[in-house]
């Protein structure tokens, strides 16, 4: 049914116009201050750091989140840890696992800001490897309070796609009708890839049962057959 849904989309025209929903604001791409004005109202439409922005992360009780986290009782049997901690003394990430987390990339998706695919990863490993992960490693292994990775290496590209269909109408110059995805450099994400591949097996120890989905070696269709199965409240009363 979800692929049905990506199959109805049609290809968007480019915005001739932004409106902001908002304040109705009008920005026309016919001169180039207006362009760059409907993407300032885009971009203050998604931006997270904005209080009125789409992503806006919402207000957190700090108390709350203490009590949550006091109330965790699972914790990882000590050899599950050491395989999430990785091969090294010092969890440093590896060539060779960042190299398997290469090979279970897709193909022919889009690149991130540098233009690189994961072909050029695949066919030039043997020349990168070593100073990617080498780079890696010196902000993993930082002494800093605040290690953080190259600013290029972590920024992502923002384009909007259409949410419009044939059975679902949009207006096309509604900043509100589109929906942001950010393509990411992929050495970024190969890195987060071989982490996500060193922690996954963890994750079976800590998350409940009932969490069916995004889990390895679980189906979210777990709860849908137990929901099928399951007496109904009128069942359970005779």
């Known amino acids: 049914w979800f692929h049905r849904l990506g199959d109805d989309r049609q290809l968007a025209a480019p915005m001739a116009a932004v409106r902001a929903p908002a304040s109705g604001e009008v920005a026309s791409a016919a001169t180039a201050a207006g362009a760059r004005r409907g993407a300032e109202l885009a971009a203050d439409f998604f931006d997270g750091d904005k209080p009125g922005g789409l992503f806006a992360p919402p207000a957190t009780d700090p108390a709350a989140r203490r009590a949550l986290l006091a109330e965790l009782d699972e914790r990882l049997p000590p050899e599950v840890a050491a395989m999430a901690e990785g091969t090294e003394p010092d ?58 990775l190259d600013g290029e290496f972590t920024m992502g590209l923002i384009t909007l796609i259409f949410k419009g269909t044939p059975k679902k109408p949009m207006a096309p110059d509604l900043v509100d009708s589109y929906r942001p995805i950010t393509l990411l450099n992929a050495d970024y994400k190969i890195i987060a890839k071989a982490i996500t591949r060193r922690l996954a097996p963890a994750l079976g120890h ?32 005779r």
């Open 91 to 148: 969890g440093r990430l590896t060539e060779e696992e960042v190299g398997a987390a290469l090979r279970t990339m897709p193909t022919d998706t889009s690149p991130g800001l540098d233009g690189l695919p994961y072909e050029f990863y695949t066919a030039f490993w043997p020349d990168i490897a070593g100073p990617l992960v080498a780079a890696v490693n010196e902000a993993f292994l930082s002494a800093s309070a605040t290690p953080r």
């Open 206 to 237: 800590v998350i409940d049962d009932t969490q069916t989905a995004f889990v390895p070696g679980r189906w979210i269709g777990d709860n849908i057959c137990l929901l099928y199965t399951s007496p109904s409240p009128r069942d359970r009363t």
